[in-house]
């Protein structure tokens, strides 16, 4: 194929994938397409000599492949953001320098193209292109098939500063207002008794509308414990707890 040719068919590729857009089981064969094409330009801009087919789709692929990061790579380094639009712009960019290279070192010595190189790069896209769709199909009729429902679940979770605590905590003699994060997900509408224990001591206890699907904060209010032992502190919702340790005001010991 020469160099006009898959310049053509390269900035066709990238003009579909950067603007154009469609499905991913179309969209993937023809950007590995694209980067197969552009990897053949640097292989003609660097190399030019003829070699076994076969080895030349292998290093163009891989010539291509490399070709994503190193443009993402300098995306980056430019302040650009990674866009389909941007990555499709830039290899458009790379391609043409690497097409400008080409004819002109085409033109200077005239270098040879395996003439066998269209036929065997239609043979190793067809079976692939072939395996991407047959992928694609099993993996929808896969999502359709019933499935077990996913098990629900409600969580119950120390929040906000509480969520830092990794010793006891001193309590004041006026208690203290300690958030709790409550999420629930795959169960119906409920209403959970919400306790705290000091110990083995129940010291509150309240209802709770729980909400399918949600994630909230809840302010749990904990009394100060007798004395300035350590004592064991559990924040439960049904039958889900959180526990953490803490010590009340003064110097009376248990």
Do not use: K
């Not at 292989?43 to 492949?65: K, Q, S, W, Y």
């Amino acid at each position: 194929m020469t160099t006009p040719r898959i310049l053509a068919a390269t900035y066709a590729a990238l003009a579909v994938l950067g603007f154009a857009g469609g499905p991913p089981w179309v969209l993937t064969p023809l950007c590995l397409a694209a980067l197969v094409a552009l990897g053949e330009l640097w292989l003609r801009a660097l190399a030019g000599e003829a070699m076994p087919t076969v080895t030349r789709i292998g290093l163009a692929t891989a010539a291509g492949l490399v070709s994503l990061p190193f443009l993402a790579i300098t995306l980056h380094a430019t302040g650009i953001l990674i866009r389909p639009r941007a990555l499709a712009v830039g290899l458009a960019v790379l391609a043409t320098l690497l097409g400008v290279i080409v004819l002109l070192r085409e033109r200077a010595d005239g270098a040879p193209v395996d003439p066998r190189l269209p036929r065997t790069v239609a043979a190793v896209a067809i079976p692939g292109f072939l395996t991407l769709v047959a992928g694609f199909l099993a993996l929808q009729a896969y999502d359709r098939l019933p499935h077990p429902p996913q098990p629900g679940y409600t969580s119950l979770a120390l929040n906000g500063w509480a969520g830092d605590i990794d010793r006891p905590v001193a309590i004041p003699a006026r208690g203290v207002h300690v958030p709790v994060r409550v999420s629930s997900a795959g169960r119906p509408a409920a209403t959970e008794p919400l306790r705290v224990r000091v110990g083995s001591r129940l010291v509150s206890g309240r209802a709770l509308a729980v909400v399918p699907g949600t994630t909230r904060s809840v302010d749990v209010f904990v009394p100060a414990p007798p004395g300035n032992c350590l004592h064991r502190i559990e924040i439960s919702l049904g039958a889900t707890s959180t526990v953490f340790y803490g010590h009340g005001p003064g110097q009376r010991r248990c």
